[in-house]
């Protein structure tokens, strides 16, 4: 390693002409890598968004409260009745055969080693998107989720609502939530939002799977009403949509590139920093 280290300190101190290159060279290269080929999927995060599928992000915003869904008992409730404190929102629709159902499911789990209570620090909606699904739907995926906690839990604190189309698109509208039906399916964004008693949205988590710990924080965030930072850009880069699969696929190539290029780039510094260093005593010994 020292040999090789010599080798390429040597090269460096042989003229301002030939490190100039190679240091242009280097770094052309290991550029080049934050943008490698695409993958199968990592291009399709832009045409889903023109085709208005994503969510854009309305922190700290109000949503309307007067909109009323009906509940699963088929009775008429205004969310200003149900958000009376820290409420998880799910947009989902019930007879999703994946990644609605894995959010659920996954929230469910999740729920379960959340150390708060349940129906007084915090409580769940879920309402779906597709206004053609019924409270008798909306009954059984209740049931269906509150058996999957493996704790006691007030079933008034997770709600599954049902509604119109025009309550719909206000809902999802002021959480920017944008979704497109195809065929009997849909093509939509997976996310929870977080909102604060007085309706403000303060946090959104994207993905199918949570921490405790980080839905913890999020609750807390909400209960005093602070804005939560979200981390979507990171998430955008790291993972692309795949329309076929229905999920989140990790990108490799970029984050292995973005990772080579850092270290790319800090062991360039290291060599000509030990070259500047050896240069002086050099002088001073001719």
């Known amino acids: 390693m020292k040999i090789v280290l010599r080798a390429y300190s040597g ?3 042989r003229g301002s002409h030939h490190f100039r290159i190679s240091l242009f060279l280097g770094l052309l290269f290991l550029f080049s890598l934050l943008f490698p080929q695409p993958t199968l999927y990592s291009h399709v995060d ?19 409260l007067d909109l009323t869904f009906r509940d699963e008992t088929d009775h008429p409730v205004p969310l200003k009745k149900l ?34 209570e349940p129906g007084k620090e915090y409580g769940v909606v879920a309402v779906s998107f597709d206004e053609t699904e019924k409270p008798e739907l909306a009954r059984e995926k209740k049931k269906l989720y509150l058996s999957m906690i493996e704790k006691p839990f007030p079933e008034d604190a997770w709600s599954f609502l049902t509604g119109d ?10 959480v920017g939530f944008r979704f497109k039906r195809e065929g009997k ?5 997976v996310a929870l939002i977080v909102l604060s008693p007085n309706g403000k949205i303060t946090r959104y988590l994207y993905g199918m799977e949570f921490l405790p710990f980080d839905l913890k924080m999020a609750i807390l965030e909400a209960s005093e009403g602070r804005v939560g ?19 989140y696929v990790f990108n490799t190539l970029k984050v292995t590139g973005i990772v080579t290029f850092i ?14 260093r050896r240069h002086p005593e050099e002088r001073s010994s001719e």
Do not use: M, W
């Not at 799910?90 to 159902?101: H, N």
């Not at 189309?165 to 002021?174: F, V």
């Not at 399916?185 to 964004?189: I, L, M, N, S, T």
């Not at 930072?229 to 999920?247: A, E, H, M, N, Q």
């Open 229 to 247: 930072p979200t981390i979507s850009k990171v998430l955008r880069f790291c993972f692309s949509y795949d329309p076929k699969g229905r999920k």
């Open 11 to 13: 090269f460096f101190k």
């Open 83 to 116: 958000i009376g404190h820290p409420t998880i929102l799910a947009l989902v629709y019930y007879s999703c055969p994946d990644v609605c159902s894995f959010l659920l499911h996954n929230l469910a789990g999740t729920l379960t080693q959340l150390l708060a």
């Open 46 to 64: 832009h045409p889903k968004e023109e085709k208005g599928i994503g969510i854009d992000e309305k922190l700290g915003q109000v949503i309307p």
């Open 263 to 276: 270290c790319g780039f800090a062991f360039i510094l290291f060599l000509v920093l030990k070259s500047r």
């Open 165 to 174: 189309q025009e309550n719909i698109q206000k809902l999802a509208d002021s």
């Open 185 to 189: 399916a849909f093509q939509h964004p």
